[in-house]
């Protein structure tokens, strides 16, 4: 079922408070360069050196970020995000650190407000930049560097600070805590539907997000219909079951930890083998391979988007599902983070080829495939809208060249931002969610 636009504009103006509501930052001014600097000594290790000395100065990363592609602005340029970061690695820890504070200077307050601007509203952490590289050189891990080290110092933007904030201090998102949980669940039951909360043990943790309580009901319907149908002993917990972590996002660790040990600690206690991220891009790395190295060690349970676990039922032979679109031509974007860095490509194909679809693919796709624009928190940055608007026009050219008559993808954030778009150009493609589609296609 199509999204109410008219719910989609309300959580719109929400998003649009959110600056406003952001409590000020404890770092002052004086302090900031000092505190920049701490995390940049903290964080530069070998492996961080190694690819800073690695650029060979080509400029490939610029033609691969979407944002430099839209714009031809050389500030956008992916490796100039990091120069902060080069700098104090020339100056302090290069090996001709005594030859760079000679002739280079320190880096100084005004820096950090301008390249707040580039990390935060021009970055979406989406890694094609690093991808394209021909020297290998990771710029989207450093740019998370660089979102820590200004974390440090206070310059989270307003809109991202502000929900931040509030999963720190109140451990929901967007106002969504257990008793909005709750509310949806009773919602599924009172449907008709078996939503076992809470259970002591489950081989398998349900996560959700905030978006699917109050934008996306279909699709936790959808999520709740597949776990019953495949017979998973399945549960979803009230007090860990937001994927979301916007103390990744802002670079604020203290709040990324604390909650991804939330869940963590959930799915050990149940004994849980696996733990299924919704559809929400941003979760995956947060729990995938951020939630062990912030827990410490190895998670003794394996970590799946909803669109790999389907996938795999359907390549395993475990699911059928209805055709729902012969003669439908569709176009499907990998989500950055489940797609170029989790490696998971086949299994939403899978998936849409067992939903009977005609599937084209959009002229740069898979590890190629351009981001959606209002990922790593960009669609609450309220100065990042430019930038998003610019990325929208790119996808949709790209998926008018290929004729698709939707555009499907299994993510949020890639939701939203394509939904924003939709409704700013009256764009006349639907945006549709994989898992959603696989609801409505499960057999009777
Ligand atoms: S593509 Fe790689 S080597 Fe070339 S400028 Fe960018 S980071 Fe440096
Ligand atoms: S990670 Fe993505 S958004 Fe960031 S600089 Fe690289 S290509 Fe651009």
Same mark, same amino acid.
């Given at each position: 079922m199509a999204v109410d636009m008219n719910v989609f504009r309300g959580f719109l103006q929400q998003v649009r408070q959110l600056p406003a509501m952001a409590q000020p930052t404890e770092c002052p001014d004086t302090e900031r360069v000092a505190a920049v600097k701490a995390v940049f000594k903290?964080?530069?290790?070998?492996?961080?050196?190694?690819?800073? $000395?690695?650029?060979?100065?080509c400029g490939i990363c610029a033609e691969a970020c979407h944002f430099f592609v839209q714009t031809g602005d050389p500030q956008f340029t992916p490796i100039h995000k990091l120069e902060p970061l &080069? &700098?104090?690695? &020339? #100056? $302090?820890?290069?090996?001709?650190?005594?030859?760079? #504070?000679l002739i280079e200077r320190d880096i100084e307050e005004t820096d950090l407000e301008q390249w707040q601007r580039l990390v935060y509203d021009s970055c979406t952490e989406c890694g094609r930049c690093s991808f394209a590289c021909p020297q290998g050189v990771d710029i989207a891990h450093m740019v998370v560097i660089m979102r820590r080290a200004l974390a440090n110092a206070g310059l989270i933007p307003a809109g991202l600070r502000a929900v931040e904030q509030e999963q720190g201090s109140q451990g929901t998102v967007f106002g969504v805590g257990p008793k909005q949980l709750m509310a949806a669940v009773e919602a599924l039951r009172v449907r008709g539907y078996e939503v076992p909360v809470d259970k002591d043990k489950a081989d398998v943790l349900v996560l959700t997000a905030t978006t699917d309580i109050l934008l996306f009901h279909d699709a936790m319907e959808s999520t709740v219909r597949i776990m019953n149908h495949l017979g998973v002993d399945w549960t979803i917990h009230t007090c860990a079951f937001e994927g979301a972590n916007f103390g990744m996002l802002s670079g604020y660790e203290k709040v990324q930890k604390a909650a991804s040990e939330r869940i963590i600690r959930e799915a050990i206690r149940c004994g849980a083998k696996v733990v299924i991220i919704p559809e929400c891009g941003h979760a995956y790395p947060a729990m995938r391979w951020e939630g062990a190295n912030e827990h410490g060690e190895p998670l003794p349970f394996e970590v799946m988007a909803i669109s790999e676990f389907i996938g795999r039922q359907v390549m395993d032979g475990k699911l059928s599902l209805k055709p729902i679109g012969k003669g439908r031509r569709v176009t499907y974007h990998d989500p950055c983070k489940v797609g170029r860095h989790g490696g998971v490509f086949d299994e939403p194909r899978a998936v849409l080829d067992a939903l009977g679809v005609e599937r084209v693919e959009l002229p740069d796709n898979r590890e190629m495939n351009y981001c959606c624009g209002g990922g790593a928190g960009l669609f609450v940055i309220d100065t990042a809208e430019r930038y998003r608007a610019l990325a929208f026009d790119l996808k949709r050219k790209q998926v008018e060249a290929t004729?698709?008559?939707s555009l499907i993808t299994a993510c949020d954030s890639c939701r939203l931002s394509f939904l924003a778009g939709t409704d700013r150009t009256q764009w006349d493609r639907p945006i549709e969610s994989l898992v959603e589609l696989v609801g409505q296609a499960l057999p009777d």
């Open positions: 903290e964080r530069i290790d070998a492996g961080v050196a190694s690819h800073l $000395e690695a650029c060979v100065h &080069r &700098r104090f690695y &020339r #100056r $302090e820890k290069g090996p001709f650190a005594w030859l760079y #504070r004729g698709a008559q």
